[in-house]
């Protein structure tokens, strides 16, 4: 599996670590988890980890479109940590399919990012 994801004990955020090449599969395991906190919580807020991250397949970018237009206003905050600039530029590029507040943030900036999603 490509993803890691777990919540935050007591809390409303996800973290999701995402390494290689996403498949529709590991959007069967992710989906839920993230349904379920939405359903708990109402608005939930997610850390993505893109460490070695290569993107998605075809079959894991149509899951993906799926998912952002269900899911448009339920995520309040959305906090990309990559490595490399296209990922930096993803984080752009997924503003208007959300009504998240996004922000990227490099590696050495973990903790920053951990911060920054948690804050009131």
């Not at 007591?10 to 069967?28: C, H, I, M, S």
């Not at 448009?72 to 990922?87: H, P, T, V």
């Not at 399919?97 to 951990?114: G, N």
Request: contains cysteine.
């Amino acid at each position: 599996m490509s993803v890691t994801v777990y919540e935050k004990v007591g809390g409303r955020t996800l973290f999701v670590r995402a390494r290689g090449k996403l498949t529709k599969e590991d959007y069967a395991e992710f989906v839920p988890e993230v349904e379920r906190l939405i359903k708990k919580h109402g608005k939930i807020r997610i850390l993505l980890d893109m460490h070695k991250f290569e993107g998605w397949d075809a079959g894991a970018l149509w899951q993906d479109v799926k998912f952002d237009v269900k899911h448009f206003n339920d995520i309040e905050r959305l906090a990309l940590i990559g490595e490399k600039r296209w990922q930096e530029g993803m984080s752009k590029f997924c503003k208007p399919f959300t009504t998240a507040i996004v922000r990227y943030f490099e590696h050495p900036q973990t903790e920053e990012a951990w911060d920054w999603i948690e804050e009131e």
